[in-house]
Every structure is written in structure tokens, then in C-alpha cells.
DNA sequence: CGGTATCCTAGTAGATACTG
DNA sequence: CAGTATCTACTAGGATACCG
């Protein structure tokens, strides 16, 4: 048949479908940034570049983020509904990224999360 | 050098600090089913078997589990310290599992997530 | 600027066989 | 019973080059 090895991530990544709740949230915020994305979005609009430098300026090492993989995490978020983006037609192009409404609601979600982790998680601080 | 491929996942796959406690949330709960572990045990303590009976039977696919990727997953949480594990020494070994105070805290932050994904994320019935 | 195309590495899950 | 050992398939993430 010769499948040949597509790069199956280009291919197969988006489309999962979960019947337990708890499922769906664990594929939606699977990803390295996906979070941190959510979380950035918070304060407003951000066009794809501002996303970027923001995730390497807080970040957990201080590497470069492939921008193949921000691409793909963003069309993940958009297709689960969290974020909408917003393309200005523009040369040289302009785009924008922003919560939805179900964006917005996530974000307590985290803030829950982040309280709960504090308390209860060990975590280092980066160095420790 | 001959590194030989030493299945890097049963040396490396625990070792993990993070200093975000939301990194920390989220590789705590990385793994297929490490959330659903800790929801089966929220009813009391459970014998190695019986958590994989249980995973089977309320399965997100009907497959089976590989018993190298539930010990894995066991040890895991109770490398986070949200487990507890007791061996009672006989033969034929008999093993529990039970939640610690830091995984009964986290059962609530599950309830949580599932009530805000039912609302916001979009499921689909297994076979939809 | 906002991505896509390719290639590569490392980790995660499954199958199967075997052990104390 | 409660795992470990081994092997394989698939996928996420990173590096780099390039395009409209």
C-alpha cells in the first residue's frame, strides 16, 4: 500500500470527538501552550506574533516555540470553540485572535486550577 | 555510543518539575487515564485488578489496557502524592490503591470540569 | 506577518510474553 | 495477582526552510 508516513500530526491532529466531559476538557487543553494561550487571551486581542513572544517571555525554558506548533494549537482552540480568529485581509497580513464567550468562561476554570495547585501540587520554582 | 533505545519511557516518565502550579495540574493529570483513577477511587480503595476492570467497562473505547501503562500511571500519582499505595505482602499479592488527602481535595476540581465541559464542550455520544 | 512544508527526536499507548 | 520486559505504532513538539 505504501503509506508512505505522511507526517501524521498535520493530518490526524484535530479531530477527536469525546463522549465524557471530562475527556473533551482534558483534549482540549492537551498541548503544550493551549493554556497559556487561553490565559493570555484574557486581557484582550492578540495577533499571532504577540502570542508567540508572550509564551516565550514567561516561559517554562526559554527555547523557541516552533510556529507550527502554535499554528496548530490555535486551530484547535478555535475548532473547540475557545477562541475566534479574526483575519484582517491586510499585506502584510493581520490577524487576531480572541476568546469566544465559552473562551471566557474557561478562564475562572483556570484560576481554579491554579489555587488548587498551589496548595496541593509540589512545584519548583524553575532553578529549584 | 550505542545508546541502545532503552525505551526512554520507563526510565524518564517520571521526573517532571514544573514551577507553574497550572504545568503542574496538567502534567499531574497527563495520561489517558489518570483522571478517571481518581475518580474510581473516590469511592473507597480499589485492588490493582479492579481499577482495571473498572476502565474497561465504563471504556472510552472498548480495548484493553496494557498493564505496563496502568502501573505506570499509578505510580505517577503516586509519585504527585495524590495516591497511596498498600501492599499486603501476600501470596498471591494483594495491592490497594487509595486517594490521599491531596486526591480527595482534587475530586471536587473534577466535578468542576465536568459540569463546566457539559456545558461548553462540545461532546458527542459514543457512536455519533 | 502569519503561517505551511519537511524532516527528525522523544515520549505515550498498545500487544504480548513472562515473573515473584 | 500485580506487576515487568520487550517490541511496535503513532503523535507531539522542535528545527529549519520557505511562501503569499
Redesign the pocket.
Known amino acids: 500500500m505504501s503509506i508512505q508516513?505522511v507526517?501524521?500530526?498535520?493530518?490526524?491532529?484535530l479531530i477527536r470527538p469525546h463522549g465524557c466531559p471530562v475527556m473533551a476538557f482534558q483534549a482540549m487543553i492537551?498541548?503544550?501552550?493551549k493554556i497559556r494561550i487561553l490565559w493570555d487571551l484574557k486581557d484582550g486581542p492578540r495577533?499571532?506574533?504577540?502570542i508567540r513572544a508572550g509564551l516565550l517571555s514567561g516561559a517554562t525554558?526559554t527555547?523557541?516555540?516552533?510556529?507550527?506548533?502554535l499554528?496548530?494549537?490555535?486551530?484547535a482552540l478555535a475548532e473547540a470553540g475557545m477562541i475566534a480568529?479574526k483575519?484582517y485581509g491586510l499585506?502584510?497580513?493581520?490577524?487576531?485572535?480572541r476568546l469566544t464567550e465559552a473562551g471566557k468562561g474557561f478562564i475562572p476554570i483556570i484560576a481554579v486550577i491554579r489555587d488548587w495547585g498551589e496548595r496541593h501540587l509540589a512545584t519548583r520554582p524553575p532553578g529549584g
Open positions: 508516513r507526517d501524521a500530526a498535520t493530518t490526524t491532529e492537551s498541548g503544550k501552550y495577533r499571532y506574533s504577540e525554558g527555547r523557541e516555540i516552533a510556529p507550527r506548533v499554528s496548530r494549537e490555535l486551530k480568529r483575519d499585506v502584510p497580513p493581520k490577524v487576531e485572535y
